[in-house]
Structure formats: structure tokens, C-alpha cells
Nanobody, 120 residues
Framework: VQLQASGGGLVQPGGSLRLSCAASGNIFSIDAVGWYRQAPGKQREVVAS???????YYVDSVEGRFTISGDAAKKTVYLQMNTLKPEDTAVYYC???????????????WGQGTLVTVSS
């Protein structure tokens, strides 16, 4: 199983970016997918998550600006980031709990990270 994160880049304050996290490999089901970020000198924090049933969670600092969504057919989860601020600058990682076999356990997988820089 692999997670491929993409969509990062340099954007001015107030701008938008959309991150993608695509899962591939031997996948029977995906339980939940989360986006995390780690800024220089800071601990990794959860930004948003979406469960298999569609329920979502957002950290307070991004509530109302970021939207997490998923496309089950493409096995891809998106993070639409609007009204970006300099403090959103970080490496963004996706994480997914995936079961590869019907009777197998859910395992955690991480994408490689994509850098988001918000600066004028």
C-alpha cells in the first residue's frame, strides 16, 4: 500500500491550494484519512480528518478555511485550503488506516509529505 501526497507549493497569503492524497496497492477498505502538518521546529499536528462514514474533523485554526473530502472510486482524499495564512506554512502529510484483506487488521500508512509555503 502506498499513499501519494501532492499539490503543495508557494502561494500568497489569502490564496488557495488543493492537496491530494491517493492510495494505491492492495486495499480492501479505508477506515479514515487524515491530513497532518509539521512546521519547522514544531510538532506534527492533525489538521483535518475524514472517516469512512463521511464525518469530518478540523483543528480550530483551519475551521471554516479548509475542507476535507474524498473520492472513494479514485481512492483519493483532498484538502481544499482557502484563505491561506503564513502560519499555515508546513510540510503536509496524509495518513490513512487501511485494511488489505477482509479479515486483516487496519494498518496506518503515511504519505511522503508535500510542502506548503504561504508567503508574499
Amino acid at each position: 500500500v502506498q499513499l501519494q501526497a501532492s499539490g503543495g507549493g508557494l502561494v500568497q497569503p489569502g490564496g488557495s491550494l488543493r492537496l491530494s492524497c491517493a492510495a494505491s496497492g492492495n486495499i480492501f477498505s479505508i477506515d479514515a484519512v487524515g491530513w497532518y502538518r509539521q512546521a519547522p521546529g514544531k510538532q506534527r499536528e492533525v489538521v483535518a480528518s475524514i472517516a469512512g462514514g463521511g464525518s469530518t474533523y478540523y483543528v480550530d485554526s483551519v475551521e471554516g478555511r479548509f475542507t476535507i473530502s474524498g473520492d472513494a472510486a479514485k481512492k483519493t482524499v483532498y484538502l481544499q485550503m482557502n484563505t491561506l495564512k503564513p502560519e499555515d506554512t508546513a510540510v503536509y502529510y496524509c495518513n490513512a488506516r487501511i485494511k488489505s484483506y477482509v479479515l486483516g487488521p487496519f494498518n496506518d500508512y503515511w504519505g511522503q509529505g508535500t510542502l506548503v509555503t504561504v508567503s508574499s
